[in-house]
């Protein structure tokens, strides 16, 4: 997802694994590409900043200080 500017507030991060693919450990993700120049406010209640989430095989690490410094970017930790 692209946007101008995220503020989350009350919502739920939910990622359906479509294939059954294992990701290398160190891939990175934009789940949200941030185009403003401020930073996401606030956070998903499922996934705190540096919270893990897992998808299908892979383990995720939410960062919502990732990509360019403003982007909620998941990286395979397992």
Do not use: C
């Not at 290398?24 to 956070?43: K, M, Q, R």
């Not at 990732?66 to 998941?74: A, K, M, Q």
């Amino acid at each position: 997802m692209v946007a101008n500017g995220v503020t989350v507030e009350s919502a739920q991060i939910a990622i359906d694994d479509i294939g059954n693919t294992l990701l290398p450990v160190g891939t990175v993700i934009i789940a949200i590409s941030d185009t403003a120049t401020s930073p996401i406010s606030g956070n998903f209640s499922n996934l705190a900043g540096g919270g893990i989430i897992t998808v299908g095989k892979n383990t995720l690490e939410g960062d919502y200080e990732g990509g360019d410094g403003n982007d909620l970017t998941l990286t395979v930790v397992e």
